[in-house]
């Protein structure tokens, strides 16, 4: 049975700049520039798309060339498109520069048009957002709209996209099943430095206790932790042939570990890694590595074949750890 995805978020124009070298503050640092299509929900819904997923996508694109262009790559990456141009404004942008190894030094967004999705500009696709499997909202979008999605999904994945953003989330943690931070967001919101497992798990109680039933922390090279009611538990991260660029990996983590949730026909591999739970950790974790393998921050490379690939490979090297 095919399994449907609504994600609800941000789309934009990404400018990436990759340093040859060290970057150097206040000048002009040699490197190589490129465009692309980004946005957190716009990557969120291209990996699950290219993952098979069957994907709708609720975003907000403005009336000019950049907004076309966004439209026909993600129908051709067979997204369905549900929301309209909006007439007399501009697609957003995002510019951000990479060091030489590929993490990111400095951002700037202007992401205006996204707050053009309100509940307003959703309800008539209620019936869209209350059938769907599974439904996928970040922290770009307004407060209101994130409660008045939460109040309608039955399952709802959020991620926060920065600490900065987080408080958009104060009247909707009763209405999250799935939060998704990095260690620092983790931290922020907890107000703990976690320095060990045991803060660890003392910022987990601190995030449950507003009422999120799971939380899952991407902690870059130490890889990923899981908590819910009844398991809790570590994973290494994926195997990377090379790091490239990170950015987009975040995004990624957030699409695998959906794909893994309503993934149906690796059964074998659920039953291998113990619960469907580790499954789609080791799924997170493995798109999260392809990502990072390309200057793309949605890689071409991301497939359904690539994802059962890659969690095969953590299986073979030992990579899932049992508390």
Request: net charge negative.
């Amino acid at each position: 049975m095919e399994r449907n995805v609504v994600v609800v978020g941000g789309t934009n124009m990404d400018i990436c700049g990759k340093s040859d070298k060290p970057v150097v503050a206040h000048d002009s640092n040699p490197g190589s520039v490129w465009f692309s299509t980004g946005g957190v929900g716009h990557n969120i819904a291209l990996n699950m798309a290219r993952m098979g997923l069957s994907v709708s996508f609720l975003t907000a694109v403005g009336d000019d060339s950049q907004g076309r262009d966004i439209l026909c790559e993600a129908r051709e990456n067979g997204i369905k498109m549900v929301l309209p141009p909006f007439q007399g404004h501009g697609t957003g942008v995002y510019v951000y520069l990479c060091g030489n190894d590929g993490n990111m030094e400095l951002a700037v967004n202007d992401m205006a048009v996204t707050s053009l999705i309100t509940p307003k500009t959703l309800e008539p696709y209620e019936a869209l957002l209350r059938e769907a499997d599974l439904v996928v909202g970040e922290a770009n979008l307004q407060e209101e709209t994130l409660r008045y999605m939460g109040g309608i999904a039955r399952h709802f994945v959020v991620d926060p996209v920065s600490s900065i953003k987080m408080p958009r989330l104060s009247t909707v943690w009763k209405n999250i099943e799935v939060f998704k931070p990095n260690l620092f967001e983790l931290e922020e919101l907890a107000g703990i430095h976690v320095k060990d497992e045991t803060s660890l798990r003392a910022a987990w109680r601190i995030v449950r206790a507003l009422g999120v039933d799971t939380v899952v922390v991407s902690m870059g090279k130490d890889g990923a932790w899981y908590d819910d009611e009844s398991l809790k538990f570590h994973m290494p991260v994926a195997e990377s042939s090379r790091i490239v660029d990170t950015t987009g990996c975040g995004d990624a983590f957030v699409a695998g570990f959906c794909f893994g949730r309503l993934d149906e026909g690796t059964q074998p591999l659920c039953g291998a890694f113990g619960s469907p739970k580790r499954y789609a950790l080791a799924c997170a974790l493995s798109a999260s590595a392809i990502t990072a393998e390309s200057k793309e921050t949605v890689s071409s490379r991301m497939s359904r074949e690539e994802m059962i690939s890659r969690v095969t490979g953590m299986l073979a090297h030992g990579k899932e750890k049992h508390e």
